[in-house]
């Protein structure tokens, strides 16, 4: 069984920027062919991908994020992490972290809350 926790701030100020970890247990983030995304739910609309990283290290960004974000991976700690700059307030939202391939996604983090606000 597969699990993803993310953590990090709930709290950022405006312009800064967001850092959230996803810690994984139950599986290897460079087991093939799996891709480890970054989703997120902002207030009262739906889910938005940020992008993700295969299980060989490569990346993949939403165009609309793709100049502010970065995601990257510790495989001595089976972590991967989301960095993303020049936060607004139209960043605000639930972050979560998820696990799939081509065909599904077949895990997910609980959801961390996340608020851009000075």
């Known amino acids: 069984q597969v699990q993803l926790q993310e953590s990090g701030p709930g709290l950022v100020k405006p312009s800064q920027t967001l850092s959230l970890t996803c810690a994984v247990s139950?599986?290897?983030?460079?087991?093939?062919?799996?891709?480890w995304s970054w989703i997120r739910q902002p207030p009262g609309k739906g889910l938005e991908w940020i992008g993700y990283?295969?299980?060989?290290?490569?990346?993949v960004y939403s165009p609309t994020l793709k100049s502010r974000t970065s995601i990257s991976r510790d495989t001595s700690t089976n972590q991967f992490t989301l960095q993303l700059n020049s936060v607004t307030p139209e960043d605000t939202g639930v972050y979560y972290c998820?696990?799939?391939?081509?065909?599904?996604?077949?895990?997910w983090g609980q959801g961390t809350q996340v608020t851009v606000s000075s």
């Open positions: 139950g599986g290897s983030i460079t087991t093939a062919f799996y891709y």
């Open positions: 998820t696990r799939g391939s081509d065909t599904l996604v077949d895990y």
């Open positions: 990283i295969r299980f060989s290290g490569s990346t």
